[in-house]
Structures are given as C-alpha cells and as structure tokens.
C-alpha cells in the first residue's frame, strides 16, 4: 500500500504533473523524429550501413559534449536550459521540414541527426539532475519510475501512430512540421513548473574555471568506487537501451522481410513493456533489493536478445520485444541508485561522465559493425548485447554485496 500512497502523493505535485506533461510531449516528437528519420535513411539507402553511419553521426555530439554539459547543467538554471533547447529544436524541425521537402537527400538526414544528438547531449545529464529539484531523495524512485512511464508513453504514440500520421494523413515533412510543434508543447509545459527542491551547486565557487570543474566532476566519479561501480551499471543499461531501438528497423527489414507497419508496432510493442516493466520493477523494490531486481531484469533482457539473435518469426520477435521493454522499465532503479549516491554539486556532472562513457562504447561498437560490412548482419549486434546483460547481471551482484543504500 504504502508503494501507491507515494505514487499518488508524487502525481498530487502539480509542478510534477507539469514536468510530466512536458516529457510525454517531448517524447512524442522524439518518437515521431526516430521514426521518420530512421526510416527515411532506410528507404533512401538500404543498407545496414547506412542505418549504423546515422547513429554514429547522433552520438558523436554526445562524446565531444557531453563533459563540458555536464559543467552547464550543474551551473545554469535547469529549467531555463530545458525551456531554451526544447525552444530551438522546434525551430531546428520546422527548418528541416522546409528544407528536405525541397532537397531531400541522405545528408540532410545525417545533419539532422547530427544536431539532434546536440540535444540529447545536453539532456543526458540536464533531465536526472532536475528531478532532484523537484521531489526529495526518498522519492526519486517513484518519481523516476513516473518519467520513465510517461517516455515510454509518448514513446508509444509516436511511434505506435506514426504510421497512419505519416504515410496516411501527413506525409514524412508534415510529420517534420508535426514535431515542431510537440516540442513548442513541451517548452510552454515546463513554464508553470516550480522547484521545491532546489539548491544552488555552490562548489562551482570553488572552481572558478570551466575546465577545473569539468576535472572536478570526473575525479570525483572515478574515484568513488561505489558510485563508479553502479555508474558502470547504468552504463551498461543504457547502451542497451540505446542500441536496441536503433536496430529494431534493420532487423524488420532484413531478417523479419517485413514493412512500416511491423517496424511500428515492434517499437510500440517495446514501449508497452516497458510501462509494465516500471510498475512492476518499482513495486517490486520495495519488498527486495534494488540491486536484486536488476539483476533479475538483466537475465529477462539477455534472454529476449538470445532470442531475437535466433528468429525470424514475427509472432516470436515481437514476444522477445515485449519482455525486452519489461525488462528495460529497470532503469528507473539504478538511475535512482545513482542519483542518490551522488552528491547533489555533481548530479550534472556524474550524468555527462556515465553518458558520454557509453557514447563512447557506442560509437565503438557501431564502427565495429560498419567495418565488418557484408559479414554482419542485425542478429550479430543482438548476441552481443546479450554478452552486454552478463555485465549488467555480475555487476548488479557486486554491488549487492557492497552498496550501503
């Protein structure tokens, strides 16, 4: 019982409900982005390739940027900076809109990718760090598991619906036109918001230079062993949730044989797993360990993995999606773990290092593939992230034994 009292309390915050709002719109036009841009390279450009030069091209901005967002978000007002990039990147859309109706061409693609990853450089480290100024640390799993819910949400109508809004109603530049807007609806959400939890990172003052708090940030997360044990943890999750979405469109094309509408229920089918995931994780966290469910969810993740590395059964791919997205609705466990070993100075900070570390994974990983060209195909990057979910499950053992929360 006492598990929904604070489900409820959290939802009571009406700056909460605003927030959420903001993330719901936020997340359609991300989905709906995905969606049209990934598609477009893979009608454009069939090759797997192709699709792996998009990602690269959105996570390298995380790599270069990510350190030195770190520092910003740690010493800007945070809701100004959500208010000013969800500001921009309507604008960016509604250019892109304009331009690829008139020059559609792979590298316009890529260059909106390109500035894309921009913005989900910043808001790595920039949305974990506000929550903090919202709710108090007792209730940032709740609250973390709410935001994760609401993504996954509007994950799940803008790229459920996509479908029809695209080929049916808008057509790929009016889907563009369409994602301008929903990030004007989450900038205008984020303006009620009031900060019940905010202090200012007055250890900035110590370390007047950018450069100095940018080493501060990451002596202060390598050298903390606890935290950078379930920084690593978090690492891993994320480079799975990263990698796996991305690769959903290559598989259906290549191994399924299948269309558009498969391609979208498949990502739906994720998001829908993962709101159950959330719930159920969550619920489940407050009866054993933290670590103890990542553990369990890294063996459902591994097995989905296992699974899609060996099928090119529809029926079975979508089964393997869904456990995948219930097994992904962890993540607001291990985000809450770190936040809450974290010192709140370097909230932005400790996020900019985890981001860009798996960034750099990433884009590892997706040359890797580029250079293997004709020898890989989508199956190959499944088994590996199935290795990924051994890591995840050691290292959530570890920290069982050593984590103090």
Request: charged letters at 10%; a positive charge; aromatic letters at 14%.
């Amino acid at each position: 019982m006492a598990y929904w009292e604070q489900q409820i309390q959290i939802l009571k915050n009406r700056s909460f409900q605003f927030y959420l709002y903001s993330c719901i719109a936020g997340t359609f036009a991300s989905g709906l982005a995905y969606i049209v841009t990934i598609w477009m390279i893979v009608n454009i450009y069939t090759s797997v390739n192709a699709t792996l030069v998009g990602m690269i091209l959105f996570w390298v901005p995380s790599l270069v940027l990510s350190p030195h967002l770190g520092v910003v978000v740690d010493h800007y007002d945070r809701k100004k900076l959500i208010i000013i990039a969800e500001s921009v990147r309507a604008v960016m859309f509604i250019g892109f809109s304009i331009l690829l109706y008139r020059f559609t061409s792979l590298q316009a693609v890529y260059l909106l990718l390109f500035l894309s990853g921009c913005f989900a450089a910043l808001y790595k480290p920039l949305l974990p760090a506000f929550v903090h100024e919202l709710v108090p640390q007792e209730q940032l799993v709740y609250a973390n598991a709410n935001i994760n819910m609401a993504y996954e949400f509007g994950n799940i109508i803008g790229r459920g619906i996509v479908t029809v809004a695209v080929l049916s109603l808008l057509g790929i530049y009016g889907a563009l036109f369409t994602i301008a807007i929903l990030y004007v609806i989450s900038a205008a959400t984020m303006i009620p918001v009031q900060r019940h939890h905010r202090e200012r990172e007055t250890n900035l003052v110590k370390h007047p230079s950018f450069i100095k708090n940018m080493i501060a940030g990451y002596h202060y997360f390598f050298f903390n062993k606890e935290l950078l044990l379930y920084g690593l943890i978090q690492a891993g999750i994320l480079m799975s949730l990263m990698a796996a979405p991305v690769l959903v469109g290559p598989y259906v094309k290549t191994i399924l044989l299948a269309g558009n509408q498969i391609f979208g229920i498949s990502e739906a089918v994720l998001s829908i797993g993962t709101i159950i995931g959330a719930f159920f994780w969550s619920y489940l966290a407050s009866y054993i360990s933290k670590e103890s469910c990542l553990a369990g969810a890294s063996v459902f993740a591994g097995l989905s993995y296992l699974m899609l590395a060996n099928t090119n059964s529809i029926i079975f791919s979508l089964i393997a999606f869904l456990v995948l997205g219930f097994s992904w609705g962890s993540f607001a466990l291990i985000i809450s773990l770190v936040q809450m070993i974290t010192d709140k100075h370097y909230q932005g900070r400790v996020q900019a290092a985890i981001g860009a570390a798996v960034t750099l994974a990433y884009i590892g990983f997706a040359i890797f593939l580029y250079v293997l060209g004709e020898q890989y195909n989508v199956q190959h990057a499944f088994l590996f992230l199935a290795t990924l979910c051994l890591f995840i499950f050691g290292g959530s053992i570890k920290a069982k034994k050593v984590g103090k929360i």
